[in-house]
Nanobody
Framework: VQLQACGGGLVQAGASLRLSCVASGRPFSTYAYAVGWFRRAPGKEREFVSATNWSGYSTYYAESVKGRFTISRDNAENTVYLQMNGLKPDDTAVYYC???????????????????WGQGTLVTVSS
């Protein structure tokens, strides 16, 4: 599975962006992939942002983004999205999507829980 993330950019505080992550190779539904978004801010470790199970009905968010970010997926299009509203300068980071095979009904929040990673897309939020 290859993951291609896009949609990042430079925006002002309060703006919105939608990140997309398209998977090539096996369809999302083949292995019941769970999907997650992570980010790495300058000088910091990679941290969990949001995750969803294979169906998209179960979602989970880091406290720092809860109420502002929304994760969704379109299995028919092999794509997962991260809608980011009310962006803050603290959201500045490289955002990565990740996929876990055989996720079942669960979502996962750990970096080591995932099997495949995208290359990342940079989000910069100015104050």
């Amino acid at each position: 599975v290859q993951l291609q993330a896009c949609g990042g950019g430079l925006v002002q505080a309060g703006a919105s962006l939608r990140l997309s992550c398209v998977a090539s190779g096996r369809p999302f539904s083949t292995y019941a992939y769970a999907v997650g978004w992570f980010r790495r801010a300058p000088g910091k470790e990679r941290e969990f942002v949001s995750a969803t199970n294979w169906s998209g009905y179960s979602t989970y968010y880091a406290e720092s983004v809860k109420g502002r970010f929304t994760i969704s997926r379109d299995n028919a299009e092999n794509t997962v999205y991260l809608q980011m509203n009310g962006l803050k300068p603290d959201d500045t980071a490289v955002y990565y999507c990740a996929v876990r095979r055989y996720g079942g009904t669960n979502y996962y929040t750990g970096v080591t829980d995932y099997d495949y990673w995208g290359q990342g897309t940079l989000v910069t939020v100015s104050s």
